[in-house]
Every structure is written in C-alpha cells, then in structure tokens.
C-alpha cells in the first residue's frame, strides 16, 4: 500500500518502503509521523503492528526487519525462509509461497504450449488428421514435464542452499568426492579497546546483513541447528581505527555465532 485518499481525493497518507518491507518513509498529510492507525502496509497486508511488527503474507508470517520468514516454506521439504527468494527487487511473495508456485504455473504452461506446437509439427510433417484429444494428451505431457523439471530444479537449488545436500555430478570414468564439515569455530578475543568495543556491539545485535546463500550453510546446521543462516558484519569506525567483525546469524532463532575481527 502506497497511499490513502480521502473521499474528496485529497492524498492523507503516504507510505515507501525499502526493498524488504520496512519502512522507508510513513507521512501525513505532507508530515512525516512515526506510527498511523493504517494496519494494511508492505504488499497491502496486515501487519502486528502492536507487538512483533510482522506481516501476514497468508501462509506465513514475514518478519520485514530480518527479510525472512518465520517459519519454513510449506511448499517445500526442506528449510527456505529467504523472502522472494532473496531478491524483492526483482520478485514479490505475496502470499508466502508464490515464487515457486507462480514458476511452476509459468512453467507448466510454457511446457503445455510447446507440446502442443509439437502435436502441430507432427500433424504438418506427418499429415496426419488433427485429433484434439491427442493435442490435450500432448499439452497435459508438456505441462507435466515443465512443472516437473522446475519443481526439482527448485528443491534441488534450496537443498544445496539450506541443507546442504552435497551433490556429486558423476562424468564417465570420474567420482564425486565427499564433504567433511568442520566443527564450531571459536570466537574471536579481542586484543585492545576498539576491538572489544567493536565485539561487543556486534554481540548487542548492531550488525547489518552482507550475505545470504551461504557456502557455510551446511556446517552452520550441522553444528548449531536448523534456520536461515546468513553472515553479518559491523564496523567500528574512530579517529585511528576502522575495526570489522564479521559472524553468522540464524534469523529465524536469532543466534549469532563465530565472531571473529577482519
């Protein structure tokens, strides 16, 4: 929801929002104010507005400030929380489920019409009669077909991502080699008063996203559990030192892991 008008059409409210769906600007009546009694905003949904500040995207709740979901697709069978699959720029997941399923509309209707245009060449070459029960046969198989190819494309795509199912692609004569995850690492000890100070307001939660899709992902839900992990930085800056520490953030349970200074 961009704006509220009056019944006269005069513009009372206007909203903008950064790409994830917090709010970037919240004004009335040309006056910027912090809070409204409008509960419909980020993808004309409702949102908690008295108490967790979430949004209801209707098969899930969205958590705007992290840019995830709280619970896990209920399209898929593995973990995926990324909302518009990490990018909002481009897509919009209304719904909380409807990047894969619009995909799989897109993709079983692409199929079917090839199929169709596939019965066509046939009857062309062929010249055979045409059979509309065969051209359904044909558009039914392509659909399927393309539904299928993305659908396991897709789970494939979120398993490597979020589990961290190790897949080998195995060539004539060659082998897969197996993956060893590596234990907990330890945090960083800070080594002076900027970095101390640095560790300890990353710790408080100060930090900003700077990666999704971790390579990490696998070890992280091996050694600390399941969520969407994603790296976090926070940078210190003063009159002679710039400090950075970098860790990982589960945004579903909140728990910041390995710290460490770079």
């Known amino acids: 929801m961009a704006n509220i008008v009056k019944s006269t059409g005069t513009l009372e409210y206007s909203y903008s929002y950064q790409p994830y769906g917090t709010f970037r600007s919240n004004v009335k009546n040309d006056t910027a104010i912090a809070t409204d009694f409008n509960p419909m905003s980020f993808d004309s949904e409702f949102r908690d507005k008295a108490t967790t500040g979430f949004i209801n995207l209707r098969a899930r709740m969205y958590d705007p400030g992290t840019g995830a979901f709280v619970q896990s697709d209920p399209v898929s069978a593995h973990p995926f929380y990324e909302f518009a699959a990490g990018n909002p720029a481009m897509y919009s997941d209304p719904s909380g489920m409807c990047i894969l399923l619009c995909v799989l509309v897109l993709a079983a209707v692409i199929g079917a019409t090839i199929g169709v245009a596939g019965y066509a060449a046939y009857v062309g070459t062929t010249g055979a009669g045409w059979n509309w029960w065969l051209a359904i046969g044909w558009a039914t198989l392509g659909g399927f077909i393309g539904a299928t190819c993305v ?94 520490v970098h860790y990982f953030r589960n945004l579903v349970t909140k728990m910041d892991v390995e710290f460490k200074f770079v």
């Open 151 to 244: 659908l396991a494309s897709t789970q494939c795509y979120i398993a490597v991502s979020r589990v961290g199912t190790t897949v080998g692609l195995r060539g004539l004569g060659g082998g897969g080699a197996a993956s060893v995850l590596k234990g907990p690492i330890a945090d960083a000890v800070p080594r002076n008063l900027p970095e101390q100070l640095a560790m300890n307001a990353a710790r408080e939660g100060q930090g900003t996203i700077i990666m999704r899709y971790l390579v990490d992902a696998p070890r992280l839900v091996a050694n600390y559990g399941e969520g969407n992990w994603v790296k976090m930085q926070y940078v210190l800056r003063g009159w002679n030192d710039i400090v950075t």
